[in-house]
């Protein structure tokens, strides 16, 4: 009687939980995926790289003029809703700069607010990239680029977090990784940035990405010391730290690009790792492929090593 019982329930299990397919993206190259659950979908954010040539972008490096948005109900099957954002469109771009990086999405109040770096026209703060929002009525738009950057922000690689409490944080990096509360408009910041502490204090952090689980703050970052980047974990009790570093979720050279950049999600009971690596372009490490592969966590809420490929 128990045998077949417990058999059903593992086969209802097994059908829930979905398998990504790797590459996700297969038409085109995508990178630093931002992926969120919006409903009963996971709509994915991503860079989209493109070949840099004579008079687009530089040439051997970085090279992104726009973003698409995906999205799937059980990550094999991908909807490409097209262009959301693009460089020249947005008033406070510097344009054809060829510098649409790391972005990160999220819903708040019955809006989407979608977070982009870039390099602005305005110099007068100095060079560099800073962070701008877009903002819908829906996932897939259209977004509606807002005309200046955050203010007081300097950096890369957006990434928001709305706590239990309904305060809102935004992390981006320059080096070190950054944090500051949000205000309620999710436009503006509401208190005075700070370097997040105890992360590891050499080499370069990029790439934060924080979430919470059964009361544990994360904050997930590639880290560089050498010439390649790992996916590092510090835990905290609260979403600014202190953090305590923890471990790695992939070693370095995994991916086959010096960078690494990801997102975690829990979609239909499963934890996923969003994250690229080189599979359509083995020789030139910034023409990225986004995939995802599932996440475990131990008994003590360590997180387990993730190997690409395993799932
Ligand atoms: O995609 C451009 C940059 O490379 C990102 O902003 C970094 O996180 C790294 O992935």
Redesign the pocket.
Known sequence: YFVPVSFCVLLIIAGIRSKAQNPLIRDQFS??PSARVFGNRVYLFP?H?IMANEGRGRIGW?C?EDYHVFSSENLTDWTDHGVIVEQNKVPWVKPDSYSM??PDCIFRNGKYYFYF?SIPRDTSNGRGFTIGVAIADKPEGPYLPLSEPVKNVRG??PNVFIDKDGQAYLYW?QGNIYGARLKDNMVELSSTPVILQHLPDKGLK??PYLFERKGIYYMTY?HVENKT?RLEYAIGDNPLGPFRKTGVIMDESATG?W???HSIICFKEQWYLFY?HNDYSPAFD?A?SVRADSLFFNPDGTIQKVNPGFR
Do not use: L, Q, V
Request: glycine share 4%; net charge negative; with cysteine.
């Open positions: 990178a630093d860079s790289d970085f992104m990086w790391a770096p890369i690689d990096s990029e790439g590639p980047e690009c960078t690494n950049h690229h910034k990225r």
